[in-house]
């Protein structure tokens, strides 16, 4: 599986900004798919993730309620919805894949990753 994030930008505090990440591959409806972000001079965390029917999500704590992860596995894509942005929600943003819906958000237990894309928020 291959991923290409893309969307990233900088937007105003109280901003939204919308992250589409494209797959390549047939399999891209059987893997779970997350996304994660890193600020400078911080460790990659995890922001969401969603199961392979996007019936089942799950968010850190920091972004309940302002983002919104959605997949559309006709058009082989994720989406991360970022609303009320904050200047710490700036980071670089990454979607990746893994098999199975385990609950377990390490990164290393994602098997593909995409590039990135920069969001800025400024205040």
């Known amino acids: 599986v291959q991923l290409q994030a893309s969307g990233g930008g900088l937007v105003q505090a109280g901003g939204s900004l919308r992250l589409s990440c494209a797959a390549s591959g047939r399999t891209f409806s059987t893997y779970t798919m997350g996304w994660f972000r890193q600020a400078p001079g911080k460790e990659r965390e995890f922001v969401t993730e969603?199961?392979?029917?996007?019936?089942?999500?799950t968010y850190a704590d920091s972004v309940k309620g302002r983002f919104t992860i959605s997949r559309d596995n006709a058009k082989n894509t994720v989406y991360l919805q970022l609303n009320s942005l904050k200047p710490e929600d700036t980071a670089v943003y990454y979607c990746?894949?893994?098999?199975?819906?385990?609950?377990?958000?390490?990164?290393?237990?994602?098997?593909?990753w995409g590039q990135g894309t920069q969001v800025t928020v400024s205040s």
């Open positions: 990746a894949a893994k098999r199975s819906y385990d609950g377990n958000y390490n990164p290393t237990n994602y098997d593909y």
């Open positions: 969603v199961s392979w029917s996007g019936l089942s999500k």
